[in-house]
C-alpha cells in the first residue's frame, strides 16, 4: 500500500493538485482520500480509475513501484497539469482557456 499511497503524493504534486482538490474532483471526502495518501486504505477498483481520471495517470503507473524511478521532464509535467485542468473546466472556461493559450502563441511570435 505504500507504494501506492506515495504514487498518489507524488503525482498530485506533480500536478499542482493538493489533496482535499483531488478528492473534490474525485468525489471523495478528503479523510477517506487522506487514507488512500496515507497508505492505511486502497480503493476499489471503480474508485481506482476515477483517481487515476482525475490525476492523469493510468492504475498501472500508481500501482506501479516503476513510476517512483521516473523523472519526468518539465514539459511533459507542464503539459499534463494543463490536461488535468482542462479534464474538470466547463466548455466555456476551456474556450477562454483556449483564446489564453492562442494569445500567449500570438505574441511569442512576434
Known amino acids: 500500500m505504500e507504494i501506492f499511497a506515495a504514487n498518489l503524493r507524488r503525482r498530485a504534486q506533480e500536478l499542482g493538485l493538493s489533496n482535499a482538490e483531488v478528492a473534490r ?3 471523495l471526502s478528503e479523510r477517506r482520500y487522506a487514507h488512500y495518501v496515507s497508505g492505511r486504505n ?5 474508485m ?3 483517481i487515476a481520471g482525475v490525476l492523469n495517470s493510468t ?5 506501479s513501484l516503476d513510476a517512483q524511478d521516473t523523472e ?5 509535467v507542464l503539459i499534463d497539469r494543463l ?7 466547463t466548455d466555456d472556461d476551456l474556450q477562454a482557456a483556449v ?6 502563441i500570438a505574441i ?3
Open 83 to 89: 490536461n488535468a485542468a482542462a479534464a474538470v473546466m
Open 48 to 50: 481506482l480509475l476515477k
Open 99 to 104: 483564446a489564453q493559450a492562442e494569445a500567449v
Open 108 to 110: 511569442r511570435r512576434k
Open 25 to 27: 474532483r474525485v468525489g
Open 59 to 63: 492504475p498501472d503507473l500508481l500501482l
Open 72 to 76: 519526468r521532464d518539465r514539459r511533459a
Open 42 to 46: 486502497e480503493p476499489d477498483l471503480a
